[in-house]
């Protein structure tokens, strides 16, 4: 690998942490709490830097299957973001998760990880 895909590897890997730390948090908690918003908010600005170091770094077309499946995680989740200010905005802090987004935020952090190790197998290979 060259130096700007393994940038983008450990800044990927990163974005995997803050975003575990943020979802996790709010599944557990259930709860819109500071640690949730500044850890999903983190996760997303990583992953974005993270694509733009992989495809920068990669040889290949960035219009791949994994290709696909990256970006539509990092759209799932960028709508997760949306969705988590969106309902502190109207609530605010410590205010109860609805339950739509408990299960949307839940469902697209599995669509992230997902992507996330088919990245790392594609990596290994």
């Known amino acids: 690998m060259n130096t700007l895909s393994?940038?983008?590897?450990?800044?990927v890997t990163l974005a995997?942490?803050?975003?575990s730390i943020g979802i996790l948090s709010e599944q557990v908690k259930r709860k819109i709490i500071p640690r949730v918003l500044i850890f999903i908010t983190l996760g997303?600005?990583?992953?974005?830097?993270?694509t733009l170091f992989m495809i920068l770094g990669?040889?290949?077309?960035?219009f791949t299957l994994h290709g696909f499946i990256g970006y539509s995680a990092l759209f799932i989740m960028l709508i997760e973001l949306l969705r988590i200010w969106q309902a502190y905005r109207k609530s605010g802090i410590n205010a109860e998760v609805p339950k739509g987004l408990h299960l949307f935020s839940?469902?697209?952090?599995i669509w992230w990880v997902i992507a996330y190790i088919t990245g790392s197998l594609i990596a290994m290979t």
Do not use: C, K
């Not at 393994?6 to 800044?11: E, T």
């Not at 997303?44 to 993270?50: C, G, I, M, N």
């Not at 990669?58 to 960035?62: A, D, E, L, V």
């Open 6 to 11: 393994i940038i983008g590897a450990i800044v």
């Open 16 to 19: 995997l942490i803050s975003y």
């Open 44 to 50: 997303v600005v990583l992953d974005v830097t993270a």
């Open 58 to 62: 990669s040889q290949n077309s960035p």
């Open 106 to 109: 839940r469902l697209a952090y």
